[in-house]
């Protein structure tokens, strides 16, 4: 019953993430991309902050757009769909730190728990109270 509220919360979060301002995002995605395409970048303990100081205004800085997080390692994990995240340090402890999912499983075998990595992805703005990135790649 546990797992059914647990995985019952996370459906629920993938499906109002995807509404809203989309074409708001779309805009601010090209306009990034047409920037030159160089990637934010940002110390995990920054992102994190960010997020929790504002989530919105985080979003408007971050969601959709390249991002170069640079972080101590905390954990390298598998989510329920065994897709690998590495946990980079947040903002002191009261926070979980910044959820990075990668895309490639085998990069993230070599990494070392706390080690200073930088990954690059898509900013993925904040589920259930953890900055997220998306689509990594550690540098």
Known sequence: M??????????????????????????????????????IQVTSAEYDKK???????ADNVYKDKKV???GTVE????????DVYIQLKGDGEVTMGVQCH???AQKAAAVKKGSEVTIVGTGGGMMATIPQLKDGVIQ
């Open 51 to 57: 997020y929790h100081d504002n989530e919105v205004a």
């Open 68 to 70: 170069a997080i640079t």
């Open 2 to 39: 546990k797992l059914f509220a647990i995985l019952l919360v996370i459906a629920a979060s993938f499906c109002f993430s995807g509404c809203g301002d989309s074409a708001a995002r779309s805009d601010a995605q090209s306009s990034a991309e047409s920037a030159g395409g160089q990637a």
């Open 75 to 82: 954990s390298i994990n598998k989510d329920l769909l065994d």
């Open 102 to 104: 990668l895309t490639d």
